[in-house]
């Protein structure tokens, strides 16, 4: 009978291994599954109607955005298990492969609606955009952490220059929601690295003069002018350019108190919010979940935010603490742009609600960035 050996020299690593998964924030991580799962529902309530109308299969959204929530919870539970400190040495490689990957799809890629975005492989598109958010971090936290007595005018600079390169290529396809994503996470991250005050005064200012510059010289696309004058004026602007907007109100209006219910809902069964499955979904939500379920929907998310940010500030590695930083920016400035433009509180700008929106490359960055910070807290923190 043969006897088992068992290697003792494997139990320290067994025992890392365990007191590792111990530590990695669990509840960071069940609260955007639950979150994601809550989505892939409400996606398949606002979709089913519409493309049983038209004769197409209803469960189409469904088992696509499912298939993209498996795949990301694998790539969040990959990463919380992997020691984050190996990213740092793969900052150069993820940012060249991201630059090229944004160059790559303004030649090859395919057009949508006037855009530029997605490389087509078969019968998922990607976008290498929602990625680029992730490869600014990692090179941003890359750089300010090598740099622990804090970063001056110069390293500024520096760091703008790397920015810039995938800012204007992102605004090139045109994906101006990104762009303002990546430029929010920079400024975060600045701030966060200890960049002098007077230093972020100057940005600020900058920032403004470059919006008036860019309105004063026509940069900006006809429909992206149109949709920052209909923010500013709604109540004199053409009613076409408030119709996704005045739609959106009118479902979560529509919900009160306890919400219409799960398939139920004028608004959302008649297809009268355009692009609800992925920049208007939480009207969706407020038709159908109503105030309560909205409300415990926004109570997930800042339980969420909350954790993410605890991570940040217990972290005491500067890698880890940027990282985490950076995650949290993205998730919660995502957040409040959509919400807030489905209420009519912000512009309309083309950014997907995290773990809700229809979409594979958002929901694999989402659940990359949870993930991260995941590890980060078994590792990091503390």
């Excluded at 004769?55 to 469904?62: A, D, E, K, Q, V």
């Excluded at 598109?125 to 090598?146: D, G, K």
């Excluded at 470059?210 to 026509?218: C, R």
């Amino acid at each position: 009978m043969a006897i088992p050996v068992v290697s003792i020299a494997s139990e320290p690593t067994l025992h890392r291994t365990r007191h590792l998964v111990a530590r990695v924030d669990v509840a960071l991580m069940g609260t955007a599954t639950l979150l994601a799962l809550t989505g892939v529902v409400v996606i398949y309530s606002a979709t089913r109607d519409k493309l049983a109308i038209q004769g197409l299969n209803p469960h189409y959204y469904l088992e696509r955005q499912a298939l993209f929530v498996v795949l990301g919870m694998g790539v969040m539970v990959a990463l919380s298990l992997i020691d984050y400190r190996r990213l740092e040495h793969l900052s150069t490689v993820v940012y060249l492969g991201i630059v090229l990957a944004l160059v790559g799809v303004l030649a090859i890629g395919t057009s949508s609606n006037g855009s530029t975005r997605w490389f087509s492989l078969g019968f998922i598109q990607v976008q290498p955009s929602e990625f680029a958010t992730l490869a600014l971090i990692l090179v941003a936290a890359t750089y300010t952490a090598r740099r622990p007595e804090g970063i001056d005018f110069r390293d500024m600079v520096r760091l703008l220059l790397l920015a810039a390169l995938p800012i204007l290529l992102v605004i090139k396809q045109p994906d101006l929601g990104t762009g303002i994503v990546l430029t929010v996470i920079l400024f975060v991250l600045l701030a966060a690295a200890g960049l002098p005050g007077r230093y972020l005064v100057l940005l600020v200012i900058a920032g403004v003069l470059g919006v008036i510059g860019a309105l004063k010289f026509g940069l900006l696309h006809q429909y992206q002018l149109d949709r920052l004058i209909s923010f500013i004026h709604p109540n004199h602007s053409n009613a076409a350019l408030v119709y996704n907007v005045t739609q959106a109100k009118n479902a979560i209006g529509s919900g009160g108190l306890f919400g219409t219910g799960l398939f139920h809902g004028a608004q959302t069964n008649l297809a009268y919010v355009p692009s609800q499955q992925t920049d208007f979904i939480f009207s969706a939500i407020g038709e159908q979940l109503g105030f309560v379920g909205a409300g415990a929907i926004l109570v997930l998310f800042g339980f969420l935010a909350w954790r993410m940010l605890r991570t940040a500030q217990l972290t005491r590695e500067p890698f880890g603490r940027m990282l985490a930083a950076g995650c949290f920016t993205l998730v919660v400035f995502s957040v409040f742009e959509n919400v807030g433009m489905n209420i009519g509180l912000m512009p309309v700008a083309g950014i997907p609600l995290p773990f809700f929106s229809y979409g594979g490359s958002a929901a694999l960055t989402f659940f990359a960035a949870v993930g991260v910070v995941a590890g980060i807290n078994g590792r990091g923190a503390h």
